[in-house]
């Protein structure tokens, strides 16, 4: 028996049952599930008594002041091991696991992460006061020598990597005033410093903070750049606004906010988390073969183009460099997965059946014409199927039902693989003798009902009437 089973069952004073050994992603700690017939607990061994210490001493003062962290039982003597309260099996980053590879999130996604941001703000504040910083490990507070431990990481690990020349010495010039720029704007809060989604559990719909153990004295906007940039967490920029809104309402309960300023801010802070990320997953993906890392850099990748975007006047030769990195061939020719988007035609066989300007071949088309045809009765001749008139008589009649059904229940099924294996595209029309009435009314049913089913983007286009709408994503 080793010492975090001996640790389990001094503490709990029961027979220990089973040890299951947990995934720990990118980290040297070990992570074990211990139970018995009535107890379970998270057991941990860390190769660094220092950092055990400091996540120890964080996690007891967190949990006095009342914040969502696991609660800390017990430590062997030697400082190697210990055991926490276990808060389930559920992190964050499966939790949103459907908006992750679609880029489409739910409102329960949503709500989670607005969740974890209103609390980050009491976690960077309530954390800090009355904290000893001096058990931080390797250094107690964010400052020049941590910065240019990662913006070196970044050059070292991942930069050189790549075969790209560069000078330098003109790279260290931008890399010391990102520094100054950084450390312009200090706060007396904690920087949790990997605050993302992978750090997050949910428990009964509520978010719990783990694994902060890098945490230190910092400012806030670190921890904002890690979370709403995260590489793989593609959240488009209409929710990264929403998320960062969210959480400056928050952060105003604790502090004054000049949100200008921290705008201004924060871009700097993006820019400086987005290349250590690259360069952890260099070390991590090139060096140690992890290859968790290895699919990150994509993402992280895209997140540079985007930001490149920005004007950063201050890092002229730094951007200059990451522009020609960004366009490296073996960097384009890496697909990023896009969301879905369902095209939806309504159309008139007479006029030919509309053409799929994804190059995807085109995808499902349906036939009407064996439904009943209000268009040949005088009343209906000016109507469509958006019409009311037009739809209680197909309704009525009852022949458009059974056929939207089984229409709906292919194209669904589609949709659901498509979205699972990551395809951008998906075509769908809708044919009946003139593109009038009931391939109007299928086409506009089915778009209205992917949008609502799956959350997704469906741009409708009634041809013949030349109508387009966009149902936009959820």
Known sequence: MNELEQLFQQYTKEKLLSK?????????????????????????????VEENNAFIKMAIHFYKVGLPVPQFLAQTDDGRFYIQEDLGDTLLFDAISEGRKTGVFCEQEKELLRKTMQKLPALQVLGARDFDFSV???QPEFNERSILWDLNYFKYCFLKSTGLDFQENLLEDDFSRLSEILLRSQTNTFMYRDFQSRNVMVVEDEPYFIDFQGGKKGPLYYDVASFLWQAKAQYKTELREELLQTYLTALQEYMPVDEVNFREQLKHFVLFRTLQVLGAYGFRGYFEKKPHFLQSIPFALENLRTLLQNEFSEYPYLLQILKQMTELKQFREVSIRKPLVVKVYSFSYKKGIPQDD??????????CRAVNNPGKYERYANSTGLDESVKQFLEDDGEILPFLENAFNLVDASVKRYMDRGFANLMVS??????????VYSAQTLAEHLNTTFGIEVQLIHREQNIEELFACK
């Open 358 to 367: 994804s190059g995807n071949g085109g995808g499902f088309v349906f036939d």
């Open 20 to 48: 299951e050994e947990l995934s720990a992603s990118g980290s040297n700690r070990r992570y074990f599930r211990l139970e018995s017939k009535k107890t379970t607990l998270i057991g941990v061994e860390g190769t660094s």
């Open 136 to 138: 931080c490990y390797p």
């Open 430 to 439: 809708f044919g009946c003798t003139g593109g009038q009435h009931r391939s």
